[in-house]
């Protein structure tokens, strides 16, 4: 009996060893949750440091615009004492009325922009009370060299503009920035339209 018993034994199949799972599945596996887990902590820190970035030169910038704004507001009516006040914003064009120290009227500051070469050119123009161009300042461009140069001058090319009013012949352009000098002047043209339309009715 005791044989029989140990014959059986002999006969029995061990049981299979319990499954293993593949380590070089999980060598692949971990990398990639890694590398994902990175990629998006990475995201977030930059994305983050971006926005920071943006909210504190972003109040830089627009102090930096409104100073060259002020300065420029200052020197187109030259060797004048002028206040000036927000007329209207609109259309592409911000006008401020100017007033001189007795408080009379003196004329308008016209910011407008106009497409250059390099970019846009934003502009001032000042016009008198006899709708006559005394100044145009440049406040901010992306242009050639030449314009840079010569273009931004109040004793070169804007200084072309003074004493000017309309009908207003063609301006010489820059040489080598003759799409840069064209704005300028289609800028100039349509600030002293704005001005010649507002004396209009102010006098009717």
């Given at each position: 009996?005791k044989d029989?018993?140990?014959?059986?034994?002999?006969?029995?199949?061990?049981?299979?060893?319990?499954?293993?799972?593949?380590?070089?599945?999980?060598?692949?596996r971990?990398?990639i949750?890694?590398?994902?887990?990175?990629?998006?902590?990475?995201?977030?820190?930059?994305?983050?440091?971006?926005?920071?970035?943006?909210?504190?030169?972003?109040?830089?910038?627009?102090?930096?615009?409104?100073?060259?704004t002020?300065?420029?507001?200052?020197?187109?009516?030259?060797?004048?004492?002028?206040?000036?006040?927000?007329?209207?914003?609109s259309?592409?064009q911000?006008?401020?009325t100017?007033?001189n120290?007795?408080?009379?009227?003196?004329?308008?500051?016209?910011s407008?922009?106009?497409?250059g070469?390099?970019?846009?050119?934003?502009?001032?123009?000042?016009?008198?009370?006899?709708?006559t161009?005394?100044?145009?300042?440049?406040?901010s461009?992306?242009?050639?060299?030449?314009?840079?140069?010569?273009?931004?001058?109040?004793?070169g090319?804007?200084?072309?503009?003074?004493g000017?009013?309309?009908?207003m012949?063609?301006?010489?352009?820059?040489?080598?920035?003759t799409?840069?000098?064209?704005?300028?002047?289609?800028?100039?043209?349509?600030?002293?339209?704005?001005a010649?339309?507002?004396?209009?009715?102010?006098?009717?």
């Amino acid at each position: 009996m005791k044989d029989d018993f140990l014959e059986t034994q002999k006969d029995v199949e061990p049981a299979p060893p319990p499954a293993q799972k593949d380590p070089q599945e999980k060598t692949v596996r971990n990398p990639i949750l890694t590398l994902t887990l990175t990629l998006t902590v990475i995201a977030v820190v930059v994305s983050a440091g971006l926005a920071f970035i943006h909210f504190i030169t972003s109040e830089t910038i627009e102090a930096n615009k409104q100073k060259k704004t002020d300065q420029a507001l200052g020197e187109v009516f030259p060797g004048q004492e002028i206040t000036f006040s927000l007329l209207q914003d609109s259309e592409g064009q911000t006008v401020y009325t100017g007033t001189n120290a007795q408080g009379a009227f003196h004329g308008y500051a016209i910011s407008l922009t106009e497409a250059g070469y390099g970019g846009n050119i934003e502009m001032i123009v000042g016009i008198d009370s006899q709708s006559t161009v005394t100044g145009v300042q440049i406040v901010s461009q992306r242009e050639t060299r030449g314009f840079e140069t010569d273009g931004t001058m109040q004793d070169g090319f804007l200084g072309r503009f003074i004493g000017k009013h309309l009908p207003m012949e063609k301006i010489d352009a820059i040489s080598g920035a003759t799409i840069s000098s064209e704005a300028v002047e289609r800028g100039v043209r349509a600030a002293m339209e704005t001005a010649e339309g507002l004396v209009r009715t102010t006098a009717d």
